[in-house]
C-alpha cells in the first residue's frame, strides 16, 4: 500500500466531505471532453449554441482542446490526452468542470487521473452524465469531494433552460429541494437538434416498501459503468459506505444493460458488499423499461435482489436516458420523500 492509499484510506474512513462553494453567475466553467468529443448532430450544434448562451449569463467559458474533437478510438481523443485535459481543467481556477457530453471508453482515463493530487487541491464541481459516473462516482468514493450527477454542457443551450438543465444549473447555485416532472419522453425528436423535449409518457413511480420519508448520503450513477467499477483498484465503496454513519442512499439508472443484465449488475454489486449501512434506493427509468425476458422485468429483477435490505425502492424515477433526469449531488445527505404520486429531495446545505 502506498501513503496515497493510506491517506486516501484514512480520509474515506474519517468521512470527511469536500464541496465546492456554490457559484454565482460570474463563475468560469472549464469544459471537458472525458468520453465522446461534440463531432456530430446534435451534440455539436448544441455545444456551440450552449457557449454563448452561457457567457451570455455572464460566466468566463474555458473550451478544452478536446471538446470539439473524435482522435481516439470511441473517443475525442487519446485515453492520456483526455486525462491531461481533464487534470489542466483541475488545476485551474475555474469553479465547475462541465463534460460535454456521454460516450462508450471513459473508463479507460481513470489510470491517469492523480486522485492524489486532486485531493490536495481545492475541491470543485465536476457536472457529468451517463459514462461520466467514471469521474463522478469515483470523485466522491475516492477523494469524498461533492460531484453532480447531471446535464452535460450541451444540455445549456437553450436560453430559458427549463427541467433537468434548470435543476443542474440551480443545484451548482445552491438550490436544495427538488422534485420530479410530470412526464417524460419515450420517443425523442431527432430531426431538429434544438427541439425540446417530447414529453408524451406520463410518470408512474412503483414504491416499493416505502412507509416515510428516509435520509441518508446520496451516491449512485448509471448501473452499466458502476458494474466495471465494482472489485477494481477504483473501489472504495464499502469504506465510503461505512464511514457515513447516518447512511447511505445508493440511485442507479441503467442505459445499455437488458432487464437480466441489471439483475447481473444488481446482483454484482450486492455481493460486494456495496449496500451496507443502505437507508434506500432510488432507481431510474431504464431504456429497456418496457421489455421483459423470460417474465423477468426491470421492476422485479431489481426488488427480488434488493428487497431483504427492507428499505424503501422508488423505481421509474425521473432519472437516466429517458428525459428529462433529474441532477443528484454525489456525496451530500439528502432526505427523500415520496407524495402525490411523486419524488421529492432536500438537501442539507
Known sequence: MTFGDFMNIMRIESGEIMRANFINNKAKLYLVAPSFGCTTSPYFERLNQAIPQLEAKGHTVVVGPNCFKAEGPCASNTKELRAKEFMDAWESDAEVILSVGGGEMMYEILDYIDFERIRTLPPKWFVGFSDNTN??????????????????????????????????????????????????????????????YNLDTKKVITAFQYTSAFSGVMIGGNLDILQLLCGTPY????????????????????????????????LQLKRAGWFQNIKGFLIGRPLCIHTEFLGVNHIN?????????????????????LAPSMPFRNGAYATVEYRNKNIHLTYRS
Request: net charge negative; proline share 3%; with cysteine.
Open 135 to 196: 469521474l463522478t462516482f469515483t470523485l466522491t468514493t475516492l477523494c469524498n469531494i461533492e460531484t453532480i450527477y447531471g446535464c452535460c454542457a450541451g444540455a445549456f443551450h437553450f436560453k430559458k433552460l427549463s427541467y433537468d438543465a434548470l435543476d443542474t444549473y440551480s443545484m451548482l447555485q445552491g438550490q436544495l429541494e427538488f422534485k420530479g416532472y410530470p412526464k417524460y419522453e419515450s420517443i425523442a425528436n431527432k430531426e431538429d437538434p434544438f427541439a425540446k
Open 235 to 266: 473501489d472504495r465503496v464499502k469504506e465510503y459506505t461505512l464511514s457515513h454513519k447516518e447512511g447511505i442512499i445508493f440511485y442507479l439508472e441503467a442505459c445499455d444493460l437488458s432487464v437480466l443484465g441489471i439483475k447481473r449488475a444488481i
Open 301 to 321: 429483477a431489481i426488488t427480488d435482489i434488493l428487497k431483504d435490505y427492507a428499505v424503501p425502492i422508488l423505481l421509474d424515477i425521473d432519472l437516466g436516458h
